[in-house]
C-alpha cells in the first residue's frame, strides 16, 4: 500500500477584488489602466508561483461575500491581498473581518487615491493593512505578492 506524504503544503494567498473589478480594462482605461481582470489572475499566478506559493483569486460585488472570504482566509489563506474597490471607502464591515485575520493583509488600489476624490482619499481597510501597495496599475498586485513572500519568509 502507498505511504501517506506528510508533506504540508502552504496554504493560497487570498487575492479578494471588490466591486466592479470584473469590469476592469473595459472601462476608464486612463484611470485604471487596459488589463484585464483575467490577465490580472494570470500574472499573480505566474508571480505567486516564482516565490514557491499559490493563489487564491476572487471578485466580489456583494459586500457580505467578500466578508465571508475573508473569513475564510482566516484558516485557508496564508495571506490576503485585497483591493477593496469602493468598500475601502465605505465598509466597516469589511474593516472588521480583516481585524480578525491573523495572516499579513496587503491593501492594493490600482490608482493612487490621495490623488483623486477627498471620497477616495480615506479607506478603512488601510486601517488594518500590514502594507499598502497604490498607484501601480495591475503591477501592484505583483509587487503586493513580493511583499508576501518576503514577509512569510521572514517569519518562518
Ligand atoms: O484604484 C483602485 O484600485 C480602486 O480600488 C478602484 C475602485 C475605486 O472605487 C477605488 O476608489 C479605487 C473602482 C473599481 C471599479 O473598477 C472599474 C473598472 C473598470 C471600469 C470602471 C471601474
Given at each position: 500500500m502507498a505511504k501517506k506524504s506528510k508533506q504540508s503544503k502552504t496554504l493560497p494567498i487570498y487575492i479578494l477584488n471588490g466591486p466592479n473589478?470584473?469590469?476592469?480594462?473595459?472601462?476608464e482605461p486612463e484611470v485604471y489602466?487596459?488589463?484585464t481582470l483575467a490577465q490580472v489572475e494570470q500574472m499573480c499566478a505566474k508571480q505567486a508561483a516564482s516565490h514557491g506559493l499559490a493563489i487564491s483569486f476572487r471578485q466580489s460585488n456583494h459586500e457580505g461575500e467578500i466578508v465571508e472570504q475573508i473569513q475564510e482566509a482566516?484558516?485557508?489563506?496564508?495571506a490576503v491581498i485585497i483591493n477593496?474597490?469602493?468598500?475601502?471607502?465605505?465598509?466597516i464591515a469589511i474593516l472588521d473581518s480583516i481585524q480578525m485575520l491573523k495572516v499579513p493583509v496587503i491593501e492594493v488600489h490600482?490608482?493612487?487615491?490621495?490623488?483623486?476624490?477627498p471620497y477616495r482619499n480615506?479607506?478603512?481597510v488601510s486601517k488594518a493593512a500590514t502594507g499598502i501597495v497604490m498607484?501601480?496599475?495591475?503591477q501592484g498586485y505583483l509587487r503586493a505578492i513580493d511583499a508576501v513572500a518576503e514577509i512569510l519568509k521572514v517569519k518562518k
Open positions: 473589478l470584473n469590469l476592469l480594462g473595459t472601462r489602466g487596459y488589463t482566516r484558516t485557508g489563506g496564508c477593496p474597490a469602493g468598500y475601502g471607502h465605505t465598509s490600482l490608482s493612487n487615491i490621495h490623488r483623486r476624490e480615506h479607506s478603512y498607484g501601480l496599475g495591475a
